[in-house]
T-cell receptor
Framework: GESVGLHLPTLSVQEGDNSIINCAYS??????FIWYKQESGKGPQFIID?????DKRQGQRVTVLLNKTVKHLSLQIAATQPGDSAVYFC??????????FGTGTSLTVIP | DAGVTQSPTHLIKTRGQQVTLRCSPK?????VSWYQQALGQGPQFIFQ???????QRGNFPDRFSGHQFPNYSSELNVNALLLGDSALYLC????????????FGNGTRLTVT
């Protein structure tokens, strides 16, 4: 299968600080990317997506950056809150086919 | 508008038994994918159903099979359960086409003893 990996398996941030979660993907043909948040006991929850024809996309307190040159994706969370504590996954998709997921990064927000 | 629903939420089976998991997709979605998620890992693709046919399959043995019904709901069947099949099984749905995000259910936690 394809390889979607994360640089850091765990991340701890102070409440109110900004968080940055990184993801590397291996297939240059991937044209659609999604960030998911998974809380304990729940399924992954859609956060934000980005298509390969974009470099940046913003949502509410979240921004996704895509660098196709180095095949890198990042999720920025502004003013991180305790409710943001969860495991975050990036997923890549090629031409509407199956999604490939990375291992995930566990984000812990310190009050 | 109900999202993706899965049943049961938890299940305990004995090695060698068979299990059936069920999924109802989000309203408006026509494609269902099943994923296996081991503890501390990302979801691993099992297979995808569209128009009642298996369209894509991941690296899983034939013990894993599925079905999609005319109302788009789906079942995942696992035969001859192994201890290693213990995992969270996630169903995800989307509307087939380009650049449509997966929407996940909360999964079925399967424990094989």
């Amino acid at each position: 299968g394809e390889s979607v990996g994360l640089h850091l398996p765990t991340l701890s941030v102070q409440e109110g600080d900004n968080s940055i979660i990184n993801c590397a993907y291996s297939n240059s043909a991937s044209d659609y990317f999604i960030w998911y948040k998974q809380e304990s006991g729940k399924g992954p929850q859609f956060i934000i997506d980005i298509r390969s024809n974009m470099d940046k996309r913003q949502g509410q307190r979240v921004t996704v950056l895509l660098n196709k040159t180095v095949k890198h994706l990042s999720l920025q969370i502004a003013a991180t809150q305790p409710g943001d504590s969860a495991v975050y996954f990036c997923a890549e998709n090629i031409a509407g086919n199956q999604f490939y997921f990375g291992t995930g990064t566990s984000l812990t927000v310190i009050p | 508008d109900a999202g993706v629903t899965q049943s049961p939420t938890h299940l305990i089976k004995t090695r060698g038994q068979q299990v059936t998991l069920r999924c109802s997709p989000k309203s408006g979605h026509d494609t269902v994918s099943w994923y296996q998620q081991a503890l501390g890992q990302g979801p691993q693709f099992i297979f995808q159903y569209y128009e009642e046919e298996e369209r894509q399959r991941g690296n899983f043995p034939d013990r894993f099979s599925g079905h999609q019904f005319p109302n788009y709901s789906s079942e995942l069947n696992v035969n001859a359960l192994l201890l290693g099949d213990s995992a969270l099984y996630l169903c995800a749905s989307f509307h087939r086409g380009w650049h449509s995000p997966l929407h996940f259910g909360n999964g079925t936690r399967l424990t094989v003893t």
